[in-house]
């Protein structure tokens, strides 16, 4: 117990290592992905070999991954059935022989490489009758803010009858682990074979992704590529058994210093209804709960969970954690759920272990709910990481007023100590902004880290309710005390003439 509570926090940033693991990025896109090292370290710090490391908005599983193959119990949880598949799948290639994937690939290839290639060779009348024997998932509607109405809209026939050829050898395969393993290249093929997939403008035709991942809607090219079906797949394919080679490895080194003994589990339930199976049974958290709006995870996964056979009910689409979305959730829906979700959370851990809430929002409500909630319910914040620098910049990142790059990391310790949180009326935001600049011994500085301060200002001060600041007012005040802002590289820089004015500003 007493080695819990003497740990002492990550207190500074830790360069991402955004393409590092093949696990993570090559085999299957999703909507967010925090950097495996950041991730793997901090699971270092928290925790000890044989812990549980949970993850209950677990994404595509890099918390409980990296926890597995760091002899952990990863133990993942989402109620997006995508999520889970992917963060399944990828943990699934520690399973089976290599030469077994291998042999596999040359065995879809020779079942229907040729009539893949041949569709677009194909009479009109050939291809329906061709079209007839497949097996083709149902044409649902899709969400109301989609460019096409309906599930069939989203492919060319060709693209349709490609995947469904494609898909039908791999449920052909005997070998479950080998099967899982294709189904994941497969699905990561259907992210580039359909219409919203966007090229990027000056690179191969193949380099580019779905707008759902860029601009989180169903956005249809204006000018559609068709990407030839085997040599996507044959890509994927080979990108999941290097992921597969790779995890090998990693479990090799570990038994060779010592042993591997590494667990994943797999959940699939309301973080609240997980809370009531595991009460004072987790040893480490780290998670990344949704952001609120803008990216509504199981309208967009429909694209995968249609074909998949992975569908949701009504119920679990009510408890999402977002703003909007199909079933349009409120803001006020939102910020109570997320307050009972990190309730949730130090409910599940043991005394003195440590939770890792990763967020970021212009919302200050937001995180007045994270830090009061964890408070109140027994867990003291003792670190605050601006995790910037190294952002992905989507489209909708670029073009959002609401949406911030980069994230704070936020790590509590479960002292058991219920607090109630002070609220003070004021908080003086250019005060506090003007103290946290003196203190920025650098020519350039991230929006984003400046932001947090201010967060973590309010907070110390019992006025993080007092704080509310436009991202408009947050840019004017930073130009008024002489900084501008480089656009191509999305950071602060001092403005050398105005320089004297920084310091003329009180405290």
């Keep these: 117990m007493k080695y819990y509570s003497e740990i002492r926090p990550i207190e500074s940033p830790i360069p991402a290592d955004r393409q590092g693991a093949r696990r993570h990025y090559g085999v299957h896109p999703y909507f967010t992905r925090r950097p495996y090292n950041v991730v793997r370290d901090y699971i270092l710090r928290y925790s000890r070999p044989g812990d549980v490391v949970l993850d209950p908005f677990g994404g595509s599983g890099v918390t409980a991954i990296e926890a597995f193959l760091e002899n952990r119990i990863g133990m993942h949880n989402d109620i997006n059935p995508l999520a889970n598949f992917i963060a399944g799948g990828i943990a699934g290639l520690a399973k089976g022989n290599l030469a077994d994937y291998e042999e596999s690939l040359v065995y879809i290839e020779g079942k229907c490489r040729y009539t893949i290639t041949r569709i677009h060779e194909l009479p009109e009348k050939e291809l329906e009758r061709l079209k007839r024997t497949l097996r083709l998932p149902e044409n649902v509607f899709l969400p109301r803010n989609s460019d096409a109405k309906q599930y069939y809209d989203l492919f060319s026939l060709e693209q349709l009858m490609s995947l469904a050829i494609l898909k039908d050898a791999i449920d052909s395969i005997p070998n479950e682990p080998v099967r899982k393993g294709m189904l994941l290249a497969w699905s990561a093929t259907l992210t580039k074979l359909n219409k919203t997939f966007l090229s990027a403008e000056g690179r191969a035709e193949s380099r580019g992704g779905s707008s759902i991942f860029s601009i989180y809607r169903y956005k249809l090219a204006k000018q559609p590529i068709e990407l030839l079906a085997w040599e996507t797949f044959y890509e994927r394919a080979t990108n999941v058994i290097k992921a597969k080679v790779e995890i090998e490895q990693a479990i090799q080194l570990k038994k ?13 339930k309301d973080v609240e209804d997980l809370a009531s199976e595991f009460p004072n049974s987790i040893d480490y958290i780290f998670t990344d709960p949704p952001y609120g709006g803008h990216i509504s995870y199981l309208d967009l996964s429909t694209l995968w969970n249609s074909w998949l056979g992975l569908s949701t009910d009504t119920p679990t ?16 829906s939102y910020i109570e759920r997320l307050g009972k979700s990190v309730e949730a959370c130090v409910k599940m851990l043991k005394k003195d272990r440590w939770l890792s809430i990763v967020f970021q929002h212009w919302n200050v409500s937001y995180f007045e709910a994270i830090l009061s909630t964890a408070t109140e319910s027994g867990a003291e914040l003792r670190a605050a990481i601006s995790q910037v620098g190294d952002p992905i910049w989507s489209m909708h990142k670029k073009k959002n007023n609401s949406v911030l790059a980069g994230e704070l990391i936020l790590t509590f310790h479960k002292t058991g100590a219920v607090k109630s949180v002070k609220r003070k009326e004021e908080f003086d935001i250019s005060h506090a902004l003007t103290r946290i600049l003196k203190n920025t011994h650098s020519d350039k500085v991230y929006g984003e880290y400046l932001f947090n301060q201010l967060i973590i200002e309010a907070w110390k001060g019992s006025a993080i309710n007092s704080l509310d600041i436009t991202k408009q007012d947050f840019m004017q005040l930073l130009m008024q005390s002489g900084w501008d802002y480089d656009e191509e590289r999305h950071y602060w820089v001092k403005d050398r003439p105005q320089r004297e004015l920084l310091f003329t500003a009180p405290g």
């Design 256 to 268: 060779q210093t010592g042993g591997f003994s590494g667990r994943f589990e797999l959940h699939a």
């Design 317 to 332: 689409r009510e408890k999402e954690l977002i703003v909007g979305g199909d079933l349009n959730l409120t803001e006020r």
